[in-house]
């Protein structure tokens, strides 16, 4: 399988613990993005890369949120101190990023964070 | 700013019925057009796109076309499977003048099908 893979698929936490998602884009995809999705809701943008550069970050995402891409690979997203509020589903997406007006995203299976 | 409406679910169908899942947008420029599929606990899936007016995606049965003078994106399908069951979600790309993008995205509609 060479989609976008995504671990865990279960997170179960409790409040103020952290926790950190790892996220394997499709391997020649250059752009790799973070969303959130919540009980019947479309996905919430979070943060994007281009390579292992961060080149936005939504204004939604607090401090207790960082995301990695080291070497422009997999990628990492950590969430501090959780709060009950954290709890979603964490998208991760990949896409190949040569040129804007006809690229498209792949998604991950996600990975569901619960926090007690 | 550029937005994607749907038409509100639960859409209920019996098996072998006709779809439409409506979806409209508004945007400058020349975006393309996606549906996305999520089923039950998994992922989002790429159903199908379009990237210009005129346009017809097409995957698994399922179709929409890119329509400039209504700025429509509606999905359909001549019969439906129990199997289609699921939410469907349309988004639209929106281009920055940075030459970035986002996916902007509809609420979702859930389709019901039923044997």
Known sequence: DTGVSQDPRHKITKRGQNVTFRCDPISEHNRLYWYRQTLGQGPEFLTYFQNEAQLEKSRLLSDRFSAERPKGSFSTLEIQRTEQGDSAMYLCASSLGYRVSTDTQYFGPGTRLTVL | ?115
């Open chain 2, 1 to 115: 700013g550029n937005s994607v409406t749907q038409m509100e679910g639960p859409v209920t169908l019996s098996e072998e019925a006709f779809l439409t899942i409506n979806c409209t947008y508004t945007a400058t420029g020349y975006p393309s057009l996606f549906w996305y599929v999520q089923y039950p606990g998994e992922g989002l899936q790429l159903l199908l796109k379009a990237t210009k007016a005129d346009d017809k995606g097409s995957n698994k049965g399922f179709e929409a076309t890119y329509r400039k003078e209504t700025t429509s994106f509606h999905l359909e399908k001549g019969s439906v499977q129990v199997s289609d069951s699921a939410v469907y979600f349309c988004a639209l790309s929106e281009v920055r003048a940075d030459s970035n993008y986002q996916l902007i995205w509809g609420a979702g509609t859930k389709l019901i099908i039923k044997p």
